[in-house]
């Protein structure tokens, strides 16, 4: 099984701030990433998928980029309604696998 | 629209079955694969199991010989057939829709299953 190993697990941060969120695959996946943001007693969001396509409607201060295995999300400009937990999640086998979550504290 | 409604959570003793169902609306339903994911209460993600258009089928190890995922395509529902439960199934199951991978775009509310005696 391919391990997804995300960090960090809590991330405080204020308005304003670049934030970076990273996840690292325990071997190849090539391209097939994609990164969820989820608000409490919400579902999971889709933000970006194959490591850097944004989702439509998702704002552009959100943006991901592959370094080998090692996966980053970036927001740009932190907003108020980005609080939330941030997952990675690998598609290039089953079975699909997330990293552990970085919540985001404001 | 894409909607995705589950249901069929509920309290369960230990050993217990329980079906949950996803009811699918807004796209055409045989032309996608489907999945199931789950979220124990306070913790991450975890990916349950995965139906292929052609119904070829994948579990996690943790549920392999205990859970059966299923699909209807002429009532566009997804199952998931859930046996020998155990406390650690405790978790909100989310049925979830393939995009042009198996990453999801679109997800259910989310349906609550309490293992407990």
């Known amino acids: 099984d391919i391990q997804m190993t995300q960090s960090p697990s809590t991330l405080p941060a204020s308005e304003g701030d670049r934030v970076t969120i990273t996840c690292r695959a325990s071997q190849s996946i090539d391209n097939w990433l994609a990164w969820y943001q989820q608000k409490p007693g919400e579902a999971p969001k889709l933000l970006i998928y194959k490591a850097s396509s944004l989702e439509s409607g998702v704002p552009s201060r959100f943006s991901g980029i592959r370094s080998g295995t090692e996966f980053t999300l970036t927001i740009s400009s932190l907003q108020p309604e980005d609080l939330a937990t941030y997952y990675c999640q690998q598609y290039e086998s089953f079975p699909i696998t997330y990293g552990q979550g970085t919540r985001l504290e404001i | 629209e894409v909607q995705l409604v589950e249901s069929g959570g509920g309290l369960v003793q230990p050993g217990g079955s329980l079906r949950l169902s996803c009811a699918a609306s807004g796209f055409t339903f045989s032309s996608y694969g489907m999945n199931w994911v789950r979220q124990p209460p306070g913790k991450g993600l975890e990916w349950v199991s995965h139906?292929?258009?052609?119904?070829?089928?994948y579990y996690a190890d943790s549920v392999k010989g205990r859970f059966t995922i299923s699909r209807d395509n002429s009532k566009t529902t997804l199952h998931l057939q859930m046996n020998s439960l155990r406390d650690e199934d405790t978790a909100v199951y989310y049925c979830?829709?393939?995009?042009?991978?198996?990453?999801?775009?679109?997800w259910g509310q989310g349906t609550l299953v309490t293992v407990s005696s």
């Open positions: 979830a829709k393939d995009g042009s991978g198996s990453f999801y775009k679109w």
């Open positions: 139906i292929s258009i052609s119904g070829n089928t």
